[in-house]
């Protein structure tokens, strides 16, 4: 990342310093007026006379123009540069694209079992206490069948303690009416 941040700002350096070497150009041939030589010389230049003119006063801006060409130059260098750079970044682009899914992906299943996991765990305290309300009622039940077996057992205590009544009639020595009980 240090090496594309150097490459952007040399990129935004060399703009900068072509802009200013144009600007210099321009200037220096608006102040290299051509116009006043041209109508101060007698008229009857020949084309040749003309040609060599102007190429002696461009030659004075050569070394404004032969930084402008070096800039460009450079310019495509620091292209290159962060062409092979970006080839060079493509796998871990890519490598850090996935990762990234991956995690997202991981984030979203870790909330749906977090979602899940808060439902089961509702459920579980639902079940606890629905079998808390059912021991109480199978506790309160037992009580209550304790005390019907303690009363049957006290019952049938007091049935198997109790003598026969003295007044109950013997069904041997009872003889039905019109026979004889010697028979």
């Known amino acids: 990342m240090t090496k594309a941040r150097r490459l952007l700002d040399k990129v935004d350096e060399m703009r900068r310093q072509r802009t200013e070497l144009i600007n210099q150009l321009r200037e220096a041939l608006h102040l290299d007026d051509v116009t006043g030589d041209l109508l101060a010389s007698p008229v ?10 102007f190429k002696t006063r461009l030659k004075k801006h050569d070394y404004l123009v032969g930084l402008l060409k070096q800039n460009m130059a450079a310019q495509q260098n620091i292209e290159t540069a962060l062409i092979d750079l970006n080839a060079e970044f493509a796998p871990k682009a890519t490598s850090l694209r996935d990762t990234r ?13 977090s979602k899940v996991y808060n439902d089961v765990v509702q459920k579980c305290q639902e079940g606890f206490r629905f079998y808390e309300e059912l021991t109480c009622r199978f506790s309160d039940l037992r009580r ?12 049938e205590s007091r049935l198997v303690s109790v003598p026969p009544p ?11 009416p019109g026979r004889s009980a010697l028979l």
């Open 44 to 53: 009857n230049h020949g084309q040749s006379d003309l040609e060599e003119l």
């Open 101 to 113: 899914q991956k995690r997202s992906s991981e984030l979203e299943q870790l909330l749906l079992s």
């Open 144 to 155: 209550e069948l304790e005390q019907v077996a303690d009363r049957l057992t006290i019952e």
């Open 166 to 176: 003295t007044n109950a009639i013997s069904t041997s020595s009872v003889t039905p």
